[in-house]
């Protein structure tokens, strides 16, 4: 399968990223190899093989409904790039993309 | 000439669980703490945290869905539905996407002109809510706050079969009652605890096809509800009508005028990529788990309504006011269980009683009378002790100001006992009919609406103290001799 430009713009599109010129076709010629490799996947027969999600085979796994507090206010803050005393700040989002 | 349209209507409505904690860590979900004060690593999305699901969350959502008569999903998984957004720190939401816990059922709705109607549902999941963006407080930045981030949320899916406002309307009301009588959600609209999208399209009545619908948001009470589609079906048979194509868009409501107004249109399809979620395992739902779940629920207000009518015999208005919240049910249970006249028992509820409340602004909870005093009361009047006009004016509200007396008791230190005393009573019907020979006389002609008039004066000579139903009978004996 070929990547085109404009599956790169749609993908660049959700992941927030943006190619113009020489970064574009490089972008794209990855995508191409990477998908090409993965490829090679469909090589193995995996008739009648469930799709393998979890690495343990536990369910159930739920906590009993019990409030607890681990980190504090300044904590939950201190790695934001951008914050006041109350909030994380962002750049100004119009609501355009949920 | 004009086509004439019928609407179809999907609702989404996102029901807020009243848990203690969040949905997959150990947060309080609290409503109106400081920002960003009841956040986690694994709220705020840090990498290496592990999500685990809140037991009462999967309670709470099966229990919605078996009081719905939906089915239940035995093997349920989770997914990540992914996009960017300021207010959803992991980049995904945690959701269930291939294996809802509820499938199917349906809500029964009533309307205003006595009809019913079942609107189904395709599907109940859970999900997590995401934080809070405030765009207008800062002239260049959003601001963020996650206390609402992984609040336990789930998500009641209904097929196209809604076609008015109105329908829609008596919707959201039945599932609110629902969630307040499970005691899954606080059912306010307002603070976004209950919130409703309706997916609205028309078509022209006789078709089959689904015109293109626009997804209407920024419905917080119900009757925006109502009010956002009312305008919205008006709007698409407008353009129809214009000759012009109603555009598949989301449009929000505005509630200071009543119109809806475009959002962002829906030409950039959303492709969220769902996957499984590989850091919840499966929940398994056995069914003894789920019995065990269906035993902690309460009587549903459509099986107490359906036993007031069939059972008590009550009128559908009554059963509705009594039903109309669990603890307006509870207080009218615990009278019944004392008087065997549930028709006067449902009368004092909805009528004397909640005046009270609306007028002193407190809930049921709040009344100071049992249950017990209220059939007391009933039954004071029911022996002709008391009548029903004293009982409401003077001795009601004389119970509510000295609770603890009984209502046999109050009734003798007001003086409001009624006499049942033949010989009293037939003296004051003499006295009379012997003032009112004239009317004596046309009564016998046969006009006998008069008796009215006799039983009044006599009631009036008496005080108000004699028992009508004695007076009554004492007249007619006399006025047939």
């Known amino acids: 399968m070929k990547i085109s430009e404009e599956k790169v713009r749609a993908l660049a599109q959700l992941a927030r990223l943006e190619f113009e010129g020489e970064a574009m076709e490089q972008i794209r010629a990855d995508l191409d190899n990477i998908v090409a490799m993965c490829e090679q996947l469909n090589a193995v027969d995996t008739e009648g093989v469930e799709p ?3 690495m343990t085979d536990a369910v159930n796994v739920l906590r009993d409904d019990v409030v607890h507090q681990d980190i504090s206010h300044e904590e939950a803050l201190r790695n934001a790039p951008a914050k006041d005393s109350d909030y994380f700040r962002v750049s100004k989002v119009i609501d355009q993309n949920k | ?83 960017f957004y300021a207010d959803l720190p992991k980049g995904y939401q945690i959701t269930q996407f291939n294996t809802p816990i ?33 765009h207008d407080q800062d002239p260049r930045d959003s601001l963020i706050d996650y ?24 919707f959201v009301t039945e599932i609110r009652r629902l969630v307040r009588y499970l005691d899954i959600c606080d059912g306010n609209m307002e603070e976004g605890s209950l919130r409703c ?32 589609i009312d305008h919205e079906i008006e709007r698409q ?59 902690l629920m309460p009587e549903l207000p459509e099986t107490l309504f359906n036993r007031f009518t069939a059972e008590l015999g ?43 409340l609306n007028e002193h602004a407190v809930g049921i909870d709040d009344f100071p009378l049992s249950g017990k005093r209220i059939a007391d009361l009933i039954a004071l009047i029911d022996s002709g002790q008391v009548s029903n006009s004293a009982a409401a004016q003077k001795l009601f509200p004389a119970m509510i100001s000295h609770d603890g007396k009984s209502p046999l008791e109050l009734a003798e230190s007001l003086n409001l006992l009624q006499t049942g005393d033949a010989d009293l009573i037939e003296s004051i019907a003499d006295e009379v009919l012997a003032s009112l020979p004239q009317k004596v006389e046309e009564y016998r002609q046969g006009k006998t609406g008069l008796l009215g008039l006799f039983v009044g004066e006599t009631m009036k000579r008496s005080k108000g103290k004699a028992d009508p139903r004695k007076v009554n009978e004492v007249l007619l004996k006399k006025l047939g001799a």
């Open chain 2, 147 to 170: 206390n609402r981030a992984g609040t336990p949320l789930i998500e009641v899916v209904t097929a196209p079969d809604i076609r008015t406002g109105e329908e829609a309307y008596a």
């Open chain 1, 52 to 54: 393998l999600i979890y």
């Open chain 2, 102 to 134: 509820c499938e199917g059922g349906g809500v029964n709705i009533r309307l205003k002109d006595g009809s019913r109607k079942t609107v189904q549902l395709i599907r109940i999941h859970m999900e997590e809510d995401t934080g809070k963006s405030m």
């Open chain 2, 1 to 83: 000439m004009s086509v004439a349209y019928e609407a179809v209507i999907g609702l989404e409505i996102h029901v807020q669980l009243i848990t203690q904690s969040k949905a997959f860590c150990a947060d309080s979900t609290a409503y109106g703490a400081l920002p960003n004060t009841q956040v986690s690593p694994i709220s705020l999305g840090h990498p290496g945290t592990l999500p685990r699901h809140n037991r009462s969350a999967v309670d709470y959502a099966l229990k919605m869905g078996l009081a719905l008569g939906c089915n239940i999903t035995k093997e349920n998984h989770y997914s990540r539905k992914n996009y």
């Open chain 2, 237 to 295: 048979r407008g353009i129809l009508d214009a000759g012009g194509a109603v555009a598949g868009e989301t449009r929000g409501f505005n509630a200071l005028n009543g119109t809806t107004f475009s959002m962002r249109s829906k030409e950039m399809v959303n492709d969220y990529r769902y996957f499984p979620e590989p850091d919840l395992p499966p929940l398994i739902l056995s069914d003894q788990y789920i019995a065990a779940v269906h035993k």
């Open chain 2, 197 to 228: 999208d309706a997916n609205v399209s028309i078509r022209p009545i006789g078709t089959s096809t689904f015109g293109t619908k626009v997804e209407v948001k920024n419905m917080n009470s119900i009757s925006n509800v109502r009010r956002a």
């Open chain 2, 314 to 356: 009550l009128s559908e208005y009554d059963a509705g006011v009594l039903t109309d919240d669990k603890a307006t049910a509870a207080y009218f249970l615990e009278v019944v269980k004392h008087t065997a006249n549930y028709k006067s028992a449902a009368n004092w509820v909805t009528v004397h009683i909640r005046g009270y």
